[in-house]
Structure formats: C-alpha cells, structure tokens
C-alpha cells in the first residue's frame, strides 16, 4: 500500500483511530504497539498506552509476541490498525463468552467466508509458549 494504513481516513477518522475508540468501549485498558508513537499522538487520547515494537516490519505474529510479553492479562484482544467495520457489541459478545471458554483453548478467532481473521481475535496469555516455539521454527505468518 506504500502508506501507513492506521492513518487512512475511513468516513472522516483515520482507521486507527476508529479501532482505538471501539476497543476503548470495551475494555478497560487499551494498547498501541507500534515502533512510532509520535506518528500516532496526535489522534489517539494523551493517556493511550503504548508499546515499542522492538521488530518493526517483520510481521503481526512477532507483534503478537511482544505484546503478550508485555501484558499481563489472561486474553489480548489483538486488533489490526485497519479494520474500518469493527463492531463493538460484536466485540463485547465474545467478550462476554470468553470465561466459559475451556483453558486447554488458547485462541478464540473469527472466521469470515471461510477466512480466519487473526487480527481480530483474542488470545490467551498461555499461548506464548506455542508461538515462541513456531517463532523458533522459523515461521511468521498467521496463515501457515
């Protein structure tokens, strides 16, 4: 795309932004992982957190990684900067179904049209020893 899609306006808000503000309606704690922070300050709300991405360009499934090195909760919310048709209630209903979940499940992801959609989907914090191990296989994509 040659252009830093989280600043793509999409109906008047860049898309960044736009995600930002439905992951803020449903969750308490909301962080951006990215290598510029600067880039982003001025759209985001001044008490947004963030995270340095250490591997900037080497792809969403090292994102992944350290962003589960970073925080702590039991399931991450991992969401793309360009998802225009995010949807909160949507959201907030797997939000809802993800204490019933068995913990032998590590990942709860959408399919659309038969597609996985791994940059919207949640993840356990016990996944970090499975992808540390596909990391270490030499693999980086979601869609192996």
């Not at 704690?29 to 957190?49: A, F, G, H």
């Not at 900037?56 to 499934?61: E, I, L, R, W, Y």
Request: glycine share 6%; net charge negative; hydrophobic share 40%.
């Amino acid at each position: 795309m040659r252009t830093d899609k989280a600043l793509v306006n999409y109906q008047g808000k860049p898309m960044l932004q736009r995600v930002y503000q439905v992951a803020a309606e449903c969750t308490e704690q909301v962080y951006i992982l990215t290598p510029w922070i600067e880039r982003y300050q001025n759209i985001l709300p001044s008490d947004c957190n963030y995270l340095i991405e250490s591997q900037p360009g080497k792809g969403p499934v090292i994102g992944l990684s350290e962003g589960l090195e970073q925080i702590s909760a039991e399931w991450i919310l991992l969401l793309a900067c360009d998802l225009p048709l995010l949807d909160a209630e949507i959201i907030q209903s797997w939000i809802n179904k993800l204490p019933q979940i068995p913990s032998s499940v590590l990942a709860l992801v959408p399919q659309r049209s038969g597609i996985w959609e791994p940059m919207c989907g949640f993840y356990r914090k016990e996944i970090k020893i499975d992808l540390n191990s596909f990391l270490n296989s030499g693999k980086r994509s979601f869609h192996v």
